[in-house]
């Protein structure tokens, strides 16, 4: 009896070194509370780059690198745009951008576990979400199963590429960056 019981007890230990890749990402994502992040951002052939926090449920604050100091802020019900310098502010509700659906955590795992994971150049791991006229593809990095980015059509259908870096996943933050500026 003593055997059987220790025998499954390493059977335990081992069974997650033999999981699939969609299993581990899954995993992964399921013990991610808040990441952040470097990102390089394309759309319509322009880059941007800035620092992000995502806390899940469909928290975001992202501080760009731009002359313009534009932040980008989302509280879990609206998305502020907001350009420190000029003044420039652009508010938008959450549902009508794909961030809606990329801020939730419990959405994208059930999303993932039912679709099939598609590998590119033997590095990342890719899949594919469509919802609501969205598509989303997300990416992971196929060896340690990191976000590493994800790929969208913004509210003007532009296409826009979000590569992201340098990940902390789980880190202290404070929760004041996620109250959404004022117009002023």
Do not use: H
């Amino acid at each position: 009896m003593l055997k059987i019981l220790i025998f499954l007890i390493v059977l335990n230990l081992y069974l997650p070194a033999f999981s699939s890749p969609k299993e581990k990402i899954i995993s992964k994502l399921k013990l991610t509370n808040n990441l952040s992040f470097n990102f390089v951002q394309n759309i319509n052939d322009k880059s941007e780059k800035g620092k992000c926090t995502i806390k899940y449920p469909k928290k975001i604050f992202c501080e760009y690198k731009n002359t313009n100091k534009k932040i980008a802020v989302s509280d879990g019900k609206f998305l502020v745009i907001k350009n420190r310098i000029g003044g420039s502010y652009y508010i938008y509700s959450l549902k009508k951008t794909p961030l809606e659906l990329l801020l939730d955590r419990d959405y994208l795992i059930s999303k993932i576990n039912s679709l099939e994971p598609r590998e590119i150049d033997n590095k990342y791991i890719n899949f594919k979400i469509i919802e609501n006229n969205n598509e989303i593809n997300i990416f992971f990095n196929k060896k340690n199963f990191d976000l590493i980015g994800w790929q969208t059509e913004d509210i003007y259908q532009n296409l826009t590429i979000t590569f992201i870096s340098s990940v902390k996943i789980n880190q202290k933050i404070d929760n004041n960056i996620f109250i959404l500026p004022k117009n002023n």
